[in-house]
């Protein structure tokens, strides 16, 4: 009877380990030091121009890295893709997200282990007068079979956001770079923007001494001096401001790379790239980004974790705990005999120790909760993630045909600036010098030709500008990792320095 039911309880335990077994090669990708992190890795160059991340997870590898950022931009002009290649290295935030695939690997690491057993030794009759020790002694394990039963979905379920996890950590890297890269842009028009309103303020001053100079010989009224002089303060503010709006641009980009100390001297160019011949075609944009969009992908394996959660849901409806608890009982029992020794009757106790194994199934009974609503519960979670994969694959594609829209169009303006406007502004401008030295034109005409000439290429750069911020919106429609806004709303840019040679 004693080796029938241990062969039960044996049996038990063996079926539900089986049923919840797990690969040495799925713990493995668990446990590693960078678990996943080489699936973020390609996913990130494939996305984001070949770009290398990486992470840190000790003080050597700090020091590399370090020691490589600087090489990349201590004392250097950097260009855009320089940038985004020191944020993704060096910005600690992008570090965290790291972090937190690991947490979720630890998580999907620890669903593969099997729970614990629970030891139970008892002792009773402590002290008992006949014994002088111990009466009976009670020890038991419980395992815990539906743990052991479901065990193989609950680590579907946790490979499932892992996965997923993989491709947040993703999403963020592309976020960084996109982030990283429009800053850019941001502080290289905002220099540039500044070295225009300097060339604008050396015409508004020769103005205002011109009017000064006129006015004491009483060549010009008061008010035509009082406007001349007016232009020339309202731009010297504006110059003032858009030195501090370029300089908190830079800072920002700063911010960004992850720099500080010494690794702050760097510079970025005095202007933007030109502008392409043409703008690259795609008339699958649609297609590419819902096949690449990284957020589209989180949707999705949002979807089939929650589906396969509804699943375990419902096999566990009933029965939310049930307990297997095998173990034995070993008590002492004193027997008392009498014998007659010379003729005198002698009592003599004897003491034996009797075995009995035992088996016990404990579950909870379902008479207040069936389970029901668990169960809905789990069905509204599912159908709020199906509604918002079909939301996000239905914004996708708006997003992708507003970006490229966006791109193509800021192209032909920027363009229209570049081969229109402003040799316009320039002819005006060198016929203006002819007739002046005509005698033909007064010198305040001559310096208003130089002023709206200054004016044009702030347009000009402004419309610039918005091309490379659409460049990077669009390549963010396609893979994903956040977009900026575009060109709407964008103004005129009034930023930057002045001195050449970088800034």
Not at 92 to 100: D, H, I, N
Not at 173 to 191: H, K, M, P, Q, Y
Not at 205 to 229: I, N, V, W, Y
Request: net charge negative; with cysteine.
């Amino acid at each position: 009877m004693r080796t029938s039911a241990a062969k039960a309880v044996l049996f038990a335990l063996t079926a539900s380990v089986l049923a919840g077994c797990v690969s040495p090669e799925q713990i493995a990708s668990y446990s590693e030091q960078q678990p996943g992190f080489q699936q973020v890795s390609s996913g990130t160059s494939l996305r984001s121009r070949n770009k290398e991340t990486v992470w840190i997870q000790n003080a050597d590898q700090a020091k590399a890295v370090s020691d490589r950022v600087r090489t990349l931009v201590h004392k250097k002009t950097i260009s855009a893709d320089t940038a985004v290649q020191v944020a993704l290295l060096n910005n600690r935030g992008l570090q965290a997200s790291y972090a937190a695939l690991g947490m979720s690997a630890a998580e999907a690491w620890q669903e593969t282990m099997l729970e614990n057993p629970v030891v139970s030794v008892g002792f009773l009759g402590l002290a008992h007068p006949e014994i002088g020790g111990l009466r009976t002694i009670e020890s038991t394990i419980a395992a815990n079979l539906l743990s052991l039963a479901t065990q193989k979905q609950r680590v579907d379920i946790a490979d499932t956001r892992f996965r997923q996890a993989q491709a947040v950590a993703i999403g963020d890297t592309l976020s960084l770079a996109g982030e990283t890269r429009r800053a850019w842009i941001d502080a290289v028009a905002a220099f540039e923007t500044v070295a225009y309103l300097n060339q604008a303020q050396v015409a508004a001053d020769a103005a205002s001494q011109l009017a000064q100079k006129l006015g004491e010989t009483g060549a010009m009224p008061k008010a035509g001096q009082a406007r001349e002089h007016a232009f020339y303060s309202e731009l010297t503010g504006q110059k003032a401001e858009a030195r501090l709006a370029a300089t908190l641009a830079k800072e920002r980009l700063t911010r960004l790379m992850g720099l500080w100390g010494q690794d702050v001297q760097y510079f970025v160019p005095d202007s933007l790239p030109g502008l392409p011949k043409a703008p690259r075609g795609n008339p699958s944009i649609e297609a590419d980004a819902l096949r690449n969009r990284i957020d589209l992908q989180v949707a999705k394996l949002e979807l089939e974790a929650v589906a396969k959660s509804y699943r375990l849901t419902e096999a566990t409806r009933y029965v939310t705990d049930l307990e297997l608890i095998a173990g034995v009982e070993a008590e002492r029992e004193v027997e008392t005999e009498y014998e007659l020794e010379g003729g005198e009757l002698e009592e003599k106790s004897k003491s034996k120790t009797i075995v009995t194994p035992q088996i016990e199934l404990e579950f909870a009974i379902p008479i207040f909760d069936s389970g029901k609503a668990r169960q809905r519960k789990a069905e509204y979670a599912y159908m709020q993630a199906a509604n918002k994969l079909a939301e996000k694959a239905v914004n996708i594609r708006s997003e992708a045909r507003s970006a490229y829209t966006a791109f193509k169009s800021s192209h032909e303006i920027a363009r229209h600036y570049r081969d229109a406007v402003l040799p316009l502004r320039k002819a005006v401008e060198e016929e203006g010098l002819l007739t002046y030295n005509g005698m033909i034109t007064n010198t305040f005409d001559l310096l208003a030709d130089t002023r709206a000439r200054v004016d044009t290429q702030l347009l000009a750069v402004n419309a610039r500008k918005n091309f490379w911020l659409a460049d990077a919106d669009l390549a963010a429609a396609t893979f994903g990792g956040g977009m900026g806004g575009g060109t709407e709303g964008s103004e005129p840019m009034r930023t930057a320095s002045a001195e050449g040679g970088g800034h």
